[in-house]
Structures are given as C-alpha cells and as structure tokens.
C-alpha cells in the first residue's frame, strides 16, 4: 500500500479469514466491487500462510476456525516480526466478553458480529481501519 493519509482501494490487499465460503464469498464480493484486492483463506493455518506471503494491508478474522482458531492466528501474527504490524478487525459471530477482551489485548483493532455487519458497512469502515 502506498503511505497516503487516504488509502485508495486500488492499493489495498485484504486477506478474509472465513471458513464458511458463502459468508466469504459475500464479503469478497463486495471488496471487491469496492475496488480492494481480496485473499480467502479458510482455516487458522493457511491465513498465517498466506499473511507471511502475500503481506495483506489489513486482516479480517474470524474466530472459530478450523486447524487453528482465530485468537491462536492472531497471537501467532502478533509474534512473528514480519506480520506484526497487520492491522486486524475480528468479524465473529461470537461476542463473549473474554473472547472480546483476549482479541484486543493481541492487538486486534475491532471487534465486530458479523450479523450486525454488512458488507457494505465494512467496506466504508475500511479507510479509518488503515488509518490507524
């Protein structure tokens, strides 16, 4: 990604860690329409895989994850040098209070239940995502 204060959509990579493929597929889809480059990946190891390849811009997570669960991705990203700084949003329908907390403290930058979060509301949040 280009260091603008903007980020354009052409100069973001996204990586979506989604197991269910119809949940991703609808979110990639509107990525994508929106101009961002969108990675899938379908369980814990291969979005650690595809992170220290494809260096994504910025992480959605979600948390119940084959192989390896999304806090367990995220520590794991947390730790390596060349994937720390990944900004990471977790999208999950699981919304426990220590499950929330555990995510923030890894570093993850929000929080939000995929069933109040439309692709389109993603999408728009991105930019400030970047930002930070």
Request: negative net charge.
């Amino acid at each position: 990604m280009n260091q603008r204060a903007e980020p354009q959509p052409d100069d973001v990579r996204i990586l979506f860690v989604e197991d269910d493929a119809s949940v991703a597929q609808m979110y990639r889809l509107k990525l994508e329409l929106d101009g961002y480059a969108v990675d899938v990946a379908g369980d814990g190891i291969t979005a650690l895989e595809k992170a220290k390849t494809i260096r994504p811009d910025i992480v959605f997570l979600d948390l119940r994850l084959p192989k390896l669960d999304g806090l367990a991705v995220l520590e794991r990203l947390r730790a390596d040098t060349s994937t720390a700084a990944i900004p990471v949003v977790i999208l999950s329908n699981w919304n426990e209070k220590e499950l929330v907390e555990r995510g923030v403290s890894l570093g993850a930058l929000d929080h939000l239940i995929k069933s109040q979060t439309t692709p389109a509301r993603l999408s728009q949040r991105l930019k400030d995502w970047l930002k930070t």
